[in-house]
């Protein structure tokens, strides 16, 4: 290991060490911790977890933080350090004044001094942040939370209110929600300049409405919409400058008075500039590099970048004349090379010509700022990017030459740069410059030493590198995408805990696309999940729900038990913020969904969008349970077709509502007849079921007692009981101990229903006319009755068994009219023929203290044959 350079060893990626102890079966340990911070936003605490999503709960009691209080003076001035853009390192820049500019800027300061607000707008490069900047100076003790500067450029007016809270009222981890900081915004007074402001309308008259005793000056582009005619703005317009102030401006650049060539180019560029100041800036600029040039050219070019155009020269000549050509001394021992003034199309668009005399550190980081779309990194990255431990000079260099301007706390390329670097080839390899500054923020984000306040100050650059990779082609277009993906997962978090939630939602967005382009489900997943939290502190539960949805369902697919509970948990909240379980009817009260409406499976409201599962278009048909017993599945019979009325959709189950006396019966009808037409058709089904089986038991048990009574067949009714006569015929064998005779099947005997002969014998009570049955007197029955009542059962059958109700059938059967032949007394002699049995009968075992008798409603009595 290298003490000097410890290299990835450094931040806990220990890779020999880690080899050895899993060599030596030691388990690895883990590199670095993740980085978990805890904010309140409004009545919600946010735990930031970049591992497996963000958890969002209620705060708890006593976990609220302090209430904010008001910064001190100290304080105010350490936030207005943080928000002005780092002094750059290098050459200084020359300072300039400010010209014609006094009219407009004791205007602006009357105004904010009467409590008003003022929008100045100018045209890029007017000069209007320099305008600012004096302004703010004048008006530093006018009001008593002092001068708030903050940056417009990508701000929305709710971006711009809370960094408002944040420069007045300390309070850390806190970020309040809407109805909160208005509230807190009320009570705050003080000169707010917002600087590159983006916005106007009806986002204007929000954020002067939000702070009412703020007075705003808001200075903004031709471009950027007007206020609402209503607003309480007035707008003072900044123009170009005269001749006379813009050849002042430009010798205060160069440092030295101007040459006749060099006033009448100057007014040549006046004119075609309209007095534009930062054209003057650059000229300056053009003028000292033209300086310089005619001395040597090896002096001021240290790495090399103009030697080979001009060759090389003495280096202590040089700076002798250096010094003199500075001072304005002409040594006539030295020969100045002639150096040829820029055209006037050179001094319109300045920016290739300025950018091709500066070092080669200058021009490295000039194309890092192309691939950015314009955003410069910080100037402690550009050792990393350029590959040079001195390349922050360059910052410094660029500023000096007007090629870069000031935006909130970090720089970028002055208006009109880009455009004309372009259009030089500057664009060349910007994808991979782009992707090595998104490599290089991936690590510097994650890194545990990188506090969220410094990610959030550089989320304009990060941002830029990570929008710059997700449209990406070619053959590395894959590679660029998963870059973005892991850069967004650093920086996000890092965004979160910063309180810079629009930056925060910009990452989760661009990393949600690139993971979907690169095919990342896992990552997608988060992205999802993470949206949908900060949905949830903005109060956008809609959004919420749907980004929570999509989420477990995507770690659904995955088994990703982890993120499917903190999903799950989240989306939990949101029913709780939306007051779906308030809203749902109590679980002893259902309510029954109207006809035609398909059941709903549980309380737990179903899933909308990614996460919905498809309904069963044709699920099996179920009967509702009864009360206080099992679930009753009617068998399929094989005998007639029944209706399938499984392809009617699914049953509704209900429970049976229990009536207030707590009798049962009507809550069992009302639940099964009081639901959706499949119960009706159901029930009827039955009803139809049951006469059917009993017109087929009736039929059957009567199809052996129609053939001529001459015949003396032996029938089940009357068997042969002729003892000591075996004539090798199968006859009937006697029935068992506990079973009933055969002759007795469909037979009940009831004790409270003697026979007339005073014997045991039954009675045909189950015939409401004893004219309809054609039988003689009981007494006269040859069959075999037992003293006590007894129940008779029937041999099993393969048939399925349907049970009969205990209401006798509504339809009796037909009497006949055929006089019934009275019984005999002598046995028939047996016969070569074998005995006929009826057909076996359906009829279950009835239940206990239950006695049903399907051959008594046919109104026939017991060991009688059937009239003919």
Same mark, same amino acid.
């Given at each position: 290991?290298?003490?000097?350079?410890?290299?990835?060893?450094?931040?806990?990626?220990?890779?020999?060490?880690?080899?050895?102890?899993?060599?030596? %079966?030691?388990?690895?340990?883990?590199?670095?911790?993740?980085?978990?911070?805890?904010?309140?936003?409004?009545?919600?605490?946010?735990?930031?977890?970049?591992?497996?999503?963000?958890?969002?709960?209620?705060?708890?009691?006593?976990?609220?933080?302090?209430?904010?209080?008001?910064?001190?003076?100290?304080?105010?001035?350490?936030?207005?350090?943080?928000?002005?853009?780092? /002094?750059?390192?290098?050459?200084?820049? #020359?300072?300039?004044?400010?010209?014609?500019?006094?009219?407009?800027?004791?205007?602006?300061?009357?105004?904010?001094?009467?409590?008003?607000?003022?929008?100045?707008?100018?045209?890029?490069?007017?000069?209007?942040?320099?305008?600012?900047?004096?302004?703010?100076?004048?008006?530093?003790?006018?009001?008593?939370?002092?001068?708030?500067?903050?940056?417009?450029?990508?701000?929305?007016?709710?971006?711009?209110?809370?960094?408002?809270?944040?420069?007045?009222?300390?309070?850390?981890?806190?970020?309040?929600?809407?109805?909160?900081?208005?509230?807190?915004?009320?009570?705050?007074?003080?000169?707010?300049?917002?600087?590159?402001?983006?916005?106007?309308?009806?986002?204007?008259?929000?954020?002067?409405?939000?702070?009412?005793?703020?007075?705003?000056?808001?200075?903004?582009?031709?471009?950027?919409?007007?206020?609402?005619?209503?607003?309480?703005?007035?707008?003072?317009?900044?123009?170009?400058?005269?001749?006379?102030?813009?050849?002042?401006?430009?010798?205060?650049?160069?440092?030295?008075?101007?040459?006749?060539?060099?006033?009448?180019?100057?007014?040549?560029?006046?004119?075609?500039?309209?007095?534009?100041?930062?054209?003057?800036?650059?000229?300056?600029?053009?003028?000292?590099?033209?300086?310089?040039?005619?001395?040597? #050219? &090896?002096?001021?070019?240290?790495?090399?970048?103009?030697?080979?155009?001009?060759?090389?020269?003495?280096?202590?000549?040089?700076?002798?004349?250096?010094?003199?050509?500075?001072?304005?001394?002409?040594?006539?021992? /030295?020969?100045?090379?002639?150096?040829?003034?820029?055209?006037?199309?050179?001094?319109?668009?300045?920016?290739?010509?300025?950018?091709?005399?500066?070092?080669?550190?200058?021009?490295?980081?000039?194309?890092?700022?192309?691939?950015?779309?314009?955003?410069?990194?910080?100037?402690?990255?550009?050792?990393?990017?350029?590959?040079?431990?001195?390349?922050?000079?360059?910052?410094?260099?660029?500023?000096?030459?007007?090629?870069?301007?000031?935006?909130?706390?970090?720089?970028?390329?002055?208006?009109?740069?880009?455009?004309?670097?372009?259009?030089?080839?500057?664009?060349?390899?910007?994808?991979?410059?782009?992707?090595?500054?998104?490599?290089?923020?991936?690590?510097?984000?994650?890194?545990?030493? /990188?506090?969220?306040?410094?990610?959030?100050?550089?989320?304009?650059?990060?941002?830029?590198?990570?929008?710059?990779?997700?449209? %990406?082609?070619?053959?590395?277009?894959?590679?660029?995408?998963?870059?973005?993906?892991?850069?967004?997962?650093?920086?996000?978090?890092?965004?979160?805990?910063?309180?810079?939630?629009?930056?925060?939602?910009?990452?989760?967005?661009?990393?949600?696309?690139?993971?979907?382009?690169?095919?990342?489900?896992?990552?997608?997943?988060?992205?999802?999940?993470?949206?949908?939290?900060?949905?949830?502190?903005?109060?956008?539960?809609?959004?919420?729900?749907?980004?929570?949805?999509?989420?477990?369902?995507?770690? %659904?697919?995955?088994?990703?038990?982890?993120?499917?509970?903190? %999903?799950?948990?989240?989306?939990?909240?949101?029913?709780?913020?939306?007051?779906?379980?308030?809203?749902?009817?109590?679980?002893?009260?259902?309510?029954?969904?109207?006809?035609?409406?398909?059941?709903?499976?549980?309380?737990?409201?179903?899933?909308?969008?990614?996460?919905?599962?498809?309904?069963?278009?044709?699920?099996?048909?179920?009967?509702?349970?009864?009360?206080?017993?099992?679930?009753?599945? #009617?068998?399929?019979?094989?005998?007639?077709?029944?209706?399938?009325?499984?392809?009617?959709?699914?049953?509704?189950?209900?429970?049976?509502?229990?009536?207030?006396?707590?009798?049962?019966?009507?809550?069992?009808?009302?639940?099964?007849?009081?639901?959706?037409?499949?119960?009706?058709?159901?029930?009827?089904?039955?009803?139809?079921?049951?006469?059917?089986?009993?017109? /087929?038991?009736?039929?059957?048990?009567?199809?052996?007692?129609?053939?001529?009574?001459?015949?003396?067949?032996?029938?089940?009714?009357?068997?042969?009981?002729?003892?000591?006569?075996?004539?090798?015929?199968?006859?009937?064998?006697?029935?068992?101990?506990?079973?009933?005779?055969?002759?007795?099947?469909?037979?009940?005997?009831? &004790?409270?229903?003697?026979?007339?002969?005073?014997?045991?014998?039954?009675?045909?009570?189950?015939?409401?006319?004893?004219?309809?049955?054609?039988?003689?007197?009981?007494?006269?029955?040859?069959?075999?009755?037992?003293?006590?009542?007894?129940?008779?059962?029937?041999?099993?059958?393969?048939?399925?068994?349907?049970?009969?109700?205990?209401?006798?059938?509504?339809?009796?059967?037909?009497?006949?009219?055929?006089?019934?032949?009275?019984?005999?007394?002598?046995?028939?002699?047996?016969?070569?023929?074998?005995?006929?049995?009826?057909?076996?009968?359906?009829?279950?075992?009835?239940?206990?203290?239950?006695?049903?008798?399907?051959?008594?409603?046919?109104?026939?009595?017991?060991?009688?044959?059937? #009239?003919?």
């Amino acid at each position: 290991m290298d003490p000097i350079n410890p290299g990835s060893e450094e931040y806990g990626h220990d890779t020999e060490g880690e080899e050895a102890r899993q060599g030596r %079966g030691v388990p690895a340990q883990t590199p670095a911790r993740a980085r978990v911070v805890r904010l309140v936003s409004g009545e919600l605490l946010l735990t930031v977890n970049p591992v497996d999503g963000s958890e969002i709960e209620p705060c708890p009691p006593g976990q609220e933080p302090a209430a904010p209080r008001p910064r001190t003076s100290e304080e105010r001035a350490e936030a207005a350090r943080a928000a002005a853009p780092p /002094v750059p390192p290098g050459p200084a820049a #020359p300072a300039l004044p400010l010209l014609e500019r006094q009219e407009e800027r004791e205007r602006l300061t009357g105004i904010l001094g009467r409590g008003r607000c003022a929008r100045l707008l100018g045209v890029p490069g007017s000069g209007r942040t320099a305008l600012l900047d004096a302004v703010a100076a004048d008006c530093a003790d006018l009001a008593p939370d002092g001068v708030v500067r903050l940056s417009g450029h990508h701000r929305t007016p709710t971006e711009l209110l809370h960094e408002l809270f944040t420069a007045v009222r300390y309070a850390p981890d806190r970020r309040p929600d809407r109805a909160g900081l208005l509230d807190l915004l009320g009570d705050i007074g003080a000169v707010v300049v917002v600087d590159d402001l983006e916005f106007g309308g009806a986002a204007l008259d929000e954020l002067l409405a939000a702070a009412p005793e703020c007075a705003f000056l808001l200075a903004a582009g031709p471009e950027t919409p007007a206020p609402s005619p209503d607003a309480p703005v007035e707008e003072v317009l900044l123009a170009g400058l005269g001749r006379a102030a813009a050849l002042q401006l430009l010798e205060n650049a160069v440092g030295r008075t101007l040459t006749d060539e060099e006033s009448n180019w100057a007014g040549d560029l006046w004119f075609e500039s309209e007095g534009l100041p930062l054209r003057f800036v650059q000229a300056g600029a053009l003028l000292r590099q033209r300086d310089r040039l005619r001395v040597t #050219p &090896a002096e001021f070019d240290a790495f090399g970048a103009l030697e080979e155009a001009f060759g090389p020269t003495d280096p202590a000549a040089a700076a002798a004349v250096a010094a003199a050509a500075f001072d304005g001394v002409e040594d006539p021992d /030295v020969e100045l090379r002639e150096i040829p003034l820029p055209s006037l199309g050179e001094g319109a668009a300045p920016a290739a010509l300025l950018a091709s005399r500066l070092s080669r550190s200058a021009q490295t980081a000039l194309r890092y700022a192309v691939a950015l779309g314009g955003e410069v990194p910080h100037q402690a990255h550009l050792p990393a990017l350029v590959g040079d431990t001195h390349a922050d000079a360059a910052l410094g260099e660029l500023m000096s030459c007007g090629l870069l301007s000031p935006v909130g706390p970090r720089y970028r390329l002055s208006a009109g740069v880009l455009t004309q670097l372009l259009a030089h080839g500057y664009e060349r390899e910007a994808a991979d410059r782009a992707h090595t500054v998104a490599q290089h923020y991936a690590w510097w984000a994650a890194h545990p030493s /990188v506090t969220p306040e410094r990610a959030a100050a550089e989320s304009d650059a990060l941002l830029a590198a990570l929008t710059a990779l997700i449209p %990406g082609t070619g053959d590395d277009a894959a590679e660029h995408r998963a870059t973005a993906v892991l850069l967004a997962r650093a920086a996000a978090p890092a965004f979160a805990a910063g309180l810079h939630w629009g930056a925060w939602e910009r990452a989760l967005r661009a990393g949600q696309e690139a993971a979907r382009l690169a095919g990342e489900v896992a990552e997608e997943a988060y992205f999802h999940h993470e949206l949908g939290v900060l949905a949830i502190c903005g109060g956008n539960l809609e959004r919420a729900r749907a980004e929570l949805e999509a989420s477990i369902a995507m770690r %659904g697919v995955l088994a990703d038990k982890r993120g499917t509970v903190a %999903g799950r948990r989240a989306l939990a909240l949101v029913a709780d913020l939306s007051g779906e379980h308030a809203a749902a009817p109590p679980a002893e009260e259902p309510v029954s969904p109207p006809r035609g409406t398909p059941a709903l499976r549980g309380t737990t409201p179903a899933l909308r969008g990614p996460a919905a599962r498809p309904a069963l278009p044709r699920p099996e048909a179920v009967t509702a349970p009864l009360p206080g017993g099992p679930v009753r599945t #009617p068998a399929k019979p094989a005998g007639p077709a029944f209706p399938d009325f499984a392809a009617d959709g699914p049953t509704l189950i209900t429970r049976p509502d229990t009536a207030e006396s707590g009798d049962r019966r009507p809550g069992l009808r009302s639940g099964i007849l009081g639901g959706a037409r499949r119960n009706l058709v159901a029930v009827g089904a039955g009803a139809l079921l049951v006469a059917v089986l009993g017109t /087929v038991v009736t039929l059957g048990a009567t199809s052996g007692n129609g053939e001529d009574p001459a015949t003396d067949r032996v029938t089940s009714d009357s068997t042969s009981d002729v003892s000591g006569i075996d004539d090798g015929l199968d006859g009937e064998e006697p029935p068992a101990d506990g079973e009933a005779d055969p002759a007795q099947t469909g037979t009940a005997t009831h &004790a409270d229903s003697p026979s007339p002969s005073g014997s045991g014998s039954a009675s045909p009570s189950a015939s409401t006319d004893p004219s309809t049955s054609g039988s003689p007197s009981p007494s006269d029955s040859p069959s075999r009755t037992t003293g006590a009542p007894t129940a008779t059962t029937a041999p099993p059958t393969g048939r399925p068994t349907a049970t009969r109700p205990p209401t006798p059938t509504s339809t009796p059967p037909k009497p006949t009219t055929t006089p019934p032949k009275p019984p005999t007394t002598t046995p028939a002699p047996p016969t070569t023929e074998p005995p006929t049995t009826a057909p076996p009968t359906t009829t279950a075992p009835p239940e206990t203290g239950e006695t049903t008798t399907l051959g008594a409603s046919s109104g026939t009595p017991a060991g009688t044959e059937a #009239p003919a």
